[in-house]
C-alpha cells in the first residue's frame, strides 16, 4: 500500500543502523529494519541507503526522512562534523546525499536531542513544558527542551551537557573528548571503569580484577564489593552536581534519566538524588521537580527522528 | 499631557532604585526619577510607590508597569523570593502589591535576565537569535535568549549563570550564596578581592595591604603589581572556563559581556579569552562567534523592563 504521506525515521549508531517507516500519526512502525553499521568492502552510507530502499519500497515511499545521528553535527545544514565511530563521515553532507538519493527533504538532529525530544513527547516528559534530558551510557549526552520547543542553536551544537567542565583541576579526569573534567569523565560507563580501573591499579582491594566492564562493576557492587560501589557512588555524587548546575541554568520541571548506566538503581540514583538536593542552591528548584527514568529505551532516537520529520513538514 | 499607552519602567537595586516613563515605540524616557532603596523609618515599598506616582503624575498615568529586581524572584507569580540586599521582600508579592496600588499589569523578571533582554533587543546583541549575556560585578548574573525568546524556566529561576559549580573540591572557595565552587566565587569582584586578600594574609608580596577593593586591585594590575595582576588572570581564566560550558550548553552566536568587572579591560579579558579558546571541545563553537562588551549601561534594567512590559501588552 503506497501512501505518501508516511515518514521514514533513521536511527544510526556506532554498532548498529535502524530504520522504520511510520504511518500519518502513528508511533508504531509499519515496517522496521536493522542492521550493523559497518560491514567489509561497503561503505556506511550505502548500507545505510540499502537499508532505506528495502523500507521504501515496503511502504511505498513517504513524504520525508528524520535522521537521528551522533554527533557533534550541524542539524541547520544536515551536515555530519565528526562522529567518534564513523570515521569515514567527517564532515559528511548526510541530508544533501540523502535528499539526492530519494528525492524527499530530509531532517537531522543528534541522537541525545532527539532522544530528549521524542521522551518529552511520548515518553518521560509528557505534559511538561521545561524538560532537561540526560542519557548515561558510554558517554553522557542531553537534550533540552524549553517552553515545547528544543534547544538547538546556532550552529545546533547545543545541549552537549556531558562536556561541562566540573572540576577545573589540571589533573582532572580525562573525558572521552580528549578534555578534562567534564561531567561525562566521571558519570559515564567509561568514567566508572576508567576510576575502577585506577583504583586497582593503585592496590585497593576489591572482588573485582583487571579493568572490568561497567557492568561488572555493577554486579560486583550488588554483591556488596566496596571499590565498586564507590566507583558507582562518586558517578552519582557528581551527576547530581551536574544536574544542580543545570536546574539553576534551565530551571525545568522535569529530570529525565536514561541510556544504561541509568538503569542502574539505587546504587547510582541514591548518591545522585542525595548530591542534587546538597546541591541546589536555593530549594524552590526542587519545587514539583520530577525525577524520572526514560520511558522509550532503544526506540527513542527512532520516535525523535520521526517527531522531527513530522514537525518539520507540518510547517 | 495623558498618554494611557506610556510604559513605566523600574529598576529596583540593593542601593538604588530608578523609575522611568516611555512613550509607545520610544526608548529615550519621557521622565526618570532616581532615589536610594533605604531610608530611616520608611519601607522599601513605599518608597517605591511614591517614586512611581511621582513618575505617574508626571506623563499622566500608564497602561502597564515593568519591573526589574534583584532575584531570586517568580516572574510568572510576581513574587520577589530572597533578595540579598532587601531583607523585608522575602516572600513579598511586588506584582500583586504594585497592580492593588496602580490598577494596571505589572510585568516582573530579575535584573541579569531582564539585561540580558534589553542587550539583546537594543544593545550589543542586536541581531542575534542566540544570545548569552554575562553581568560581572559584584556577583555574575546571567540572561539567555534562545531563538529570540528569554529563557526563564519553570517557576522563571532559569539563567543563574554565576551558580554553576566549576571546582567540586569541598574546599573550593566560598560563593555569596553560601555555596562552594560557583563561577561567582572565582570571577566576580568579590571573588576577586577575597582572593587578594586570601593571598596577602599567607604573606604575598604586593602593592596592595589589608582587604583592597575590587577598583584598588584594578588600579594596582594597571601599575603592573603581581598579585592584582594574577587576582584578574584568574578570574579571567574562569570566566573563559565557564563561558566555554555555556557554548557547549547553548551554542549562541554571542557573548555579551556587562557590569563593572567587564570594564577591567585587557587584565580580565585576555586571560578570558585565552581560556576560553583552550576550553572549547569543537572549535565550531567559535565559528562566527562575537564577544561583545555590554552597550547599555545603567539603562539595561529599565530598558529591559520596558521591553518585557511591552511585549507583554502587546500580546
Redesign the interface.
Given at each position: 500500500m503506497a501512501d505518501m504521506e508516511n515518514i521514514i525515521a533513521v536511527d544510526i549508531g556506532g554498532t548498529h543502523m535502524r530504520v522504520a517507516m511510520y504511518a500519518p500519526g502513528e508511533h508504531a512502525p509499519l515496517f522496521h529494519e536493522r542492521i550493523r553499521s559497518h560491514a567489509p568492502n561497503e561503505t556506511v552510507f550505502d548500507r545505510l541507503t540499502s537499508l532505506i530502499v528495502n523500507v521504501w519500497r515496503q511502504g511505498g515511499g513517504a513524504q520525508a526522512i528524520g535522521v537521528s545521528s551522533p554527533g557533534?553535527l550541524?542539524p541547520h545544514t544536515g551536515m555530519i562534523?565528526?562522529p567518534p565511530n564513523i570515521k569515514e563521515w567527517r564532515d559528511f553532507p548526510l541530508a544533501e546525499q540523502l535528499t539526492k538519493r530519494f528525492k524527499v527533504p530530509v531532517f537531522l538532529d543528534n541522537d541525545a536531542n532527539l532522544a530528549g525530544l521524542a521522551e518529552w513527547k511520548l515518553g518521560a516528559g509528557r505534559g511538561h513544558?521545561?524538560a532537561l534530558y540526560l542519557t548515561i551510557s558510554t558517554g553522557v549526552g542531553g537534550g533540552v527542551i524549553?517552553?515545547d520547543?528544543l534547544?538547538?542553536?546556532?550552529?545546533?551544537?547545543?545541549?552537549?551537557?556531558g562536556?561541562?567542565?566540573?572540576?577545573?583541576?589540571p589533573d582532572a579526569p580525562l573525558c572521552g573528548?580528549?578534555?578534562r573534567g567534564?561531567l561525562e569523565a566521571f558519570s559515564s560507563g567509561t568514567g566508572i571503569e576508567r576510576y575502577a580501573a585506577e583504583q586497582l591499579a593503585a592496590g585497593r582491594v576489591s572482588a573485582l580484577t583487571g579493568r572490568p566492564s561497567a557492568r561488572e562493576i555493577e554486579q560486583a557492587a550488588h554483591a556488596g564489593d566496596g571499590l565498586a560501589r564507590a566507583a558507582y557512588a562518586r558517578a552519582g555524587d557528581?551527576l547530581g552536581?551536574g544536574v544542580?548546575?543545570y536546574l539553576?541554568?534551565?530551571?525545568?520541571?522535569v529530570v529525565i534519566l536514561g541510556g544504561g548506566v541509568s538503569l542502574s538503581g539505587a546504587l547510582l540514583l541514591e548518591p545522585f538524588e542525595e548530591s542534587l538536593r546538597k546541591?541546589v542552591?536555593?530549594p524552590?528548584?526542587l519545587?514539583?521537580l520530577e525525577i524520572r527514568q526514560a520511558e522509550l529505551g532503544d526506540d527513542a532516537g527512532l520516535l525523535g527522528a520521526l517527531i522531527l520529520a513530522r514537525a518539520r513538514v507540518e510547517n
Open positions: 557533534p550541524d562534523l565528526a513544558r521545561n524549553i517552553e520547543r534547544l538547538q542553536g546556532h550552529h545546533g551544537l547545543a545541549a552537549e551537557l562536556h561541562m567542565i566540573v572540576d577545573s583541576r573528548c580528549g578534555f567534564h557528581y552536581l544542580a548546575n539553576h541554568i534551565f530551571n525545568p520541571s546541591h542552591f536555593h524552590r528548584y519545587d514539583g
